[in-house]
């Protein structure tokens, strides 16, 4: 079946950058859509960015300063992080939809930390 795995977190410097990856590896399936999500704790899980064939979408907190980016042969997905701010802290999760019915697949998620 489909599996996620992340990769790229760690500790940054505020102002600085990260780039997370995620591998998406499985047999008989054609990925949807694919995106980044994270969760920090207290709050709920959000929408961090998407892509899809028909673009890309964004929160307002990251307009400007993520980037997300896909490797549709290698089933790869990317986020570029930059001016990273302690607000960016959080666990951040890999997802794809794939299929027909477009299911929803979670990795397992890597840690962000913004703090000097």
């Known amino acids: 079946q489909v599996q996620l795995v992340e990769s790229g977190g760690g500790l940054v410097q505020p102002g600085g950058s990260l780039r997370l990856s995620c591998k998406v590896s499985?047999?008989?399936?054609?990925?949807?859509?694919m995106g980044w999500y994270r969760q920090a704790p207290g709050k709920q899980r959000e929408m961090v960015a998407r892509?899809?064939?028909?673009?890309?979408t964004y929160a307002d907190s990251v307009k400007g300063r993520f980037t997300i980016s896909r490797d549709v042969g290698e089933n790869m997905a990317y986020l570029q992080m930059n001016n990273l701010k302690p607000e960016d802290t959080a666990v951040y999760y890999c997802?794809?939809?794939?299929?027909?019915?477009?299911?929803?697949?979670w990795g397992q998620g890597t840690q962000v930390t913004v703090s000097s």
């Open positions: 997802a794809v939809t794939e299929g027909g019915l477009g299911t929803l697949h």
């Open positions: 892509i899809t064939t028909y673009g890309t």
């Open positions: 499985g047999s008989g399936f054609v990925i949807n859509a």
